[in-house]
């Protein structure tokens, strides 16, 4: 499985769990320490942590990949999952306006997926 393969498998899981405004990211152009970004959205805490949940079950079972950290479990207004090719963000709405990743990564394409 390719690092797109991933990115795109890890945002159809998020969609999964209704996560909103999914996101992805090439990386590759601009930085050397994973190939794709994927920025989603959940509704309040419990959902971010249901989409991470998901995610993380999904990537186990179908491919056997484990992410190497994950933080912001506990408070779940921002979890971030390292799949080294791949990092995943999990965001509340809140959040993600404070941080504005798509912002500070603005010059860099994002890749089509299907939507489910």
């Known amino acids: 499985m390719t690092s797109l393969d991933q990115a795109?498998?890890?945002a159809g899981l998020a969609q999964e769990k209704l996560a909103q405004d999914?996101?992805?990211l090439d990386m590759r152009p601009v930085c050397s320490y994973t190939d794709y970004l994927v920025l989603c959205t959940g509704q309040n805490p419990r959902q971010t942590a249901a989409i991470y949940d998901e995610v993380s079950r999904g990537m186990k079972h179908e491919t056997r990949l484990l992410p190497s950290s994950v933080d912001g479990q506990r408070e779940a207004s921002w979890i971030v999952a390292d799949y080294l090719d791949v990092v995943l963000h999990v965001f509340t709405p809140e959040a993600r306006g404070y941080y504005r990743l798509e912002e500070l990564w603005g010059d860099?394409?994002?890749?089509?997926?299907?939507?489910a």
Do not use: D
């Not at 860099?108 to 939507?115: D, G, K, R």
């Open 8 to 10: 795109r498998r890890i």
């Open 22 to 24: 999914v996101v992805i």
């Open 108 to 115: 860099v394409p994002s890749v089509e997926f299907a939507t």
